[in-house]
């Protein structure tokens, strides 16, 4: 389990629930109730465990929920076991088991869904059926408060149901009415997001829910689009996305769950009895509906990296009925094999086997998932904070770093004199009813903020805040400034400052070489990396080692691309000189850390990039000393190629051969002399 926060939505989600806030679309309103009960009333720990611990709980009653599962439709105790223990322990389950998310409930109300489905089908006479169709109206109910994706088993299986109390004559309006009573009961958690409007002062929340436009907007995640995963218009395809899946659950569950999901349908629909043709029928309907409908809106296309692990959260669901399936089928061979053998000690056998396929699936899986040391994103947050003068803006943008600021900010109430603006609230009328005049009532939003050059009211651009507060408040940015913002350009600069960047006045000409001087870094010794040997680039801890790596060489790339303004030969020399020494001293602090064990091996392959510009800062310096000082021009030589020899090696029979400039860099590290090359400083 994660002993602390841990990355993506996490943040978000526990400072949300700390002052009973609403989430982002759907607004999660069942978890943001647990997780306020978790957080106020459990007596110990800090929210981030509070909530990593209520994820792992929850994501145990999961796996129970499958054992019964298996374990009613085929007898079988060890096909239970195998079933809920190889599904537990898979890569996926348990990565988003152990961390404050929305995913372990989900799971959890969907095998309970799976369960009301066989509980109806095995009710005897018209009131048992009755009974079952109402509990399983609340259960599909709630689970709609948690996440959206359940309405695609609720579907079939309330086609089913309704089908069957037709047969029985409970069709009839009363009957049915009860019923859908059962079901809007069930989705009362959503007062939440009104109440926490009304009622609740939240630090952080989306949304004005005291319209019911802005209440509908946010249920069916119009900003987004209905089962959209993001604000795209990008598509991919049933086929690809099904793929994608089929290929995943290949590597995290290995084929032989396919062919044993296969033999699961084929005996239960053929050798089952009535009732599980039934129950397996619908299990069937649960997953090809997750497929057919979820696989034709999923809108990442090609996913890759943090994308990949945005998409493969989603794959938790058809999995879950995926071993279940399989797991039927296993028990029913199990079954069967006991019964011909006329040998009932067989089931201790059966039990062992599944026993030791788990130990297998927990020794393989145990050194990619367990997160018991992983304070990565605490300390990456913290430095980030620590670095920030008292009473400072800090604009930020996205997942990745705004969350983490949310967390510690509100949920752990650390440098609350910190003011975390999330550009992306600052768009929505919203922001500035409900959030400015408890979080920032004294900073100037002259409007509503929109990027771009001009600034007519009602609107505002980026210039005209920096404008209003700039001689107020010191104001930083931990993104990239948006490219639509072009306000700034001579007016204001965003220059490096550790993870971040601090806006500068470009009247007020400050040096550029004393700031970069003098600016904060990061102690990797204090906030060491995390593995990159062992972190996938689907995980939010590979994105955060590479913005961390990255910003080794930003202020030096940054001083770099000064100098080619610069018309002063001198200075401009100067400039080249100081970003090259500070390339340097990264790379030697870099290796450094490599030795004593702080950063893995591994780091060589990705600090490559900062090899690469080595070489052509390299380049550059011989071409601006070779006239006046052939000396050093010939060391500059010597260190070019030096440089990009090291490139090439490292990375000869990988990907990166596909480097636009792979084979002129190939050509120059075999020359004897440089002065041939066409070079222009």
């Not at 020494?581 to 392959?605: A, C, I």
Request: glycine share 6%.
């Amino acid at each position: 389990m994660y002993p602390g926060l841990p990355g993506g939505d996490s943040g978000e989600l526990m400072a949300t629930a700390k002052d009973f806030g609403v989430s982002h679309p759907p607004g999660y309103p069942l978890f943001t109730t647990m997780a306020a009960i978790m957080i106020h009333l459990f007596p110990i720990g800090t929210c981030a465990w509070k909530l990593n611990l209520m994820s792992s709980t929850i994501a145990g009653l999961t796996n129970m929920m499958m054992f019964i599962n298996v374990k009613r439709f085929s007898g079988s105790d060890a096909a239970g076991v195998l079933a809920a223990g190889w599904c537990g322990f898979s890569r996926v389950f348990w990565m988003w088991s152990i961390q404050g998310e929305v995913f372990s409930l989900s799971n959890l109300f969907n095998m309970v869904i799976m369960y009301a489905a066989w509980r109806f089908a095995n009710a005897e006479g018209r009131s048992g059926k009755f009974y079952e169709a109402k509990l399983g109206a609340l259960i599909c109910g709630l689970s709609l408060t948690n996440q959206h994706t359940s309405v695609l088993y609720i579907a079939p299986t309330a086609l089913w149901v309704l089908f069957t109390l037709y047969n029985y004559d409970l069709a009839d309006t009363y009957s049915l009415f009860q019923v859908g009573l059962r079901g809007l009961a069930g989705l009362s958690p959503y007062l939440q997001l009104p109440i926490s409007s009304i009622f609740f002062k939240a630090r952080v929340s989306w949304g004005d829910h005291r319209l019911f436009s802005d209440f509908k907007k946010h249920l069916l995640r119009e900003d987004f689009g209905t089962f959209r995963l993001v604000s795209s218009s990008e598509q991919s395809t049933l086929w690809d996305n099904f793929m994608v899946y089929f290929n995943d659950s290949k590597t995290e569950l290995t084929i032989a769950v396919w062919i044993l999901f296969v033999v699961g349908m084929l005996i239960g629909l053929t050798l089952g009895s009535k009732k599980q043709r039934e129950v397996m029928l619908i299990y069937m309907a649960m997953f090809g509906t997750y497929h057919l409908v979820f696989d034709s809106l999923a809108n990442i296309k090609n996913p890759s990296g943090i994308f990949h692990g945005v998409l493969e959260r989603f794959w938790l669901q058809p999995s879950l009925a995926l071993c279940c399936v399989a797991g039927c089928g296993v028990g029913m061979i199990f079954q069967f094999l006991k019964e011909k053998a006329n040998c009932p000690a067989l089931k201790y056998l059966f039990l062992s086997l599944a026993v030791i396929a788990i130990g297998y699936q927990i020794q393989h899986n145990y050194e990619d998932c367990h997160e018991n040391d992983n304070y990565f994103f605490w300390h990456f947050s913290r430095h980030i904070l620590d670095q920030l003068p008292k009473r400072s803006i800090l604009l930020t943008s996205g997942d990745f770093s705004t969350n983490t600021f949310r967390y510690h900010t509100i949920g752990e109430e650390y440098r609350t004199d910190v003011m975390v603006m999330d550009m992306q609230f600052m768009q929505a009328y919203w922001f500035y009813i409900m959030l400015m005049p408890i979080n920032f009532p004294d900073v100037s939003f002259p409007g509503l903020y929109k990027p771009g050059k001009e600034s007519k009211y009602p609107f505002y651009n980026l210039k005209k805040f920096l404008d209003e507060n700039f001689d107020k408040y010191p104001i930083y940015m931990c993104v990239e400034v948006p490219k639509a913002e072009d306000s700034i350009e001579g007016y204001y600069e965003a220059w490096p400052f550790g993870m971040c960047k601090v806006f500068v006045r470009v009247s007020d000409n400050r040096d550029p070489l004393e700031h970069v001087t003098s600016m904060p870094w990061i102690n990797l010794e204090k906030y060491p990396l995390p593995d990159l040997d062992r972190y996938e680039p689907q995980t939010w801890e590979y994105t955060m080692a590479m913005s961390m790596l990255e910003t080794y060489s930003k202020p030096a790339t940054w001083l770099w691309n000064r100098a080619n303004s610069m018309t002063d030969q001198a200075l401009k020399k100067k400039y080249y000189e100081t970003a090259m020494n500070m390339m340097v001293e990264n790379r030697k602090h870099v290796f450094d850390m490599v030795e004593k064990g702080l950063v893995t091996k591994n780091v060589v392959y990705y600090i490559s990039p900062l090899e690469k510009n080595l070489g052509h800062l390299s380049l550059i310096l011989y071409s601006v000393t070779k006239r006046e000082d052939p000396e050093m021009a010939a060391h500059w030589t010597a260190q070019c190629k030096k440089y990009w020899t090291n490139y090439v090696e490292w990375h000869r029979d990988t990907v990166i051969t596909k480097d636009s400039m792979w084979n002129t860099l190939n050509s120059i590290i075999k020359m004897d002399d440089f002065s041939s090359l066409q070079l222009v400083a």
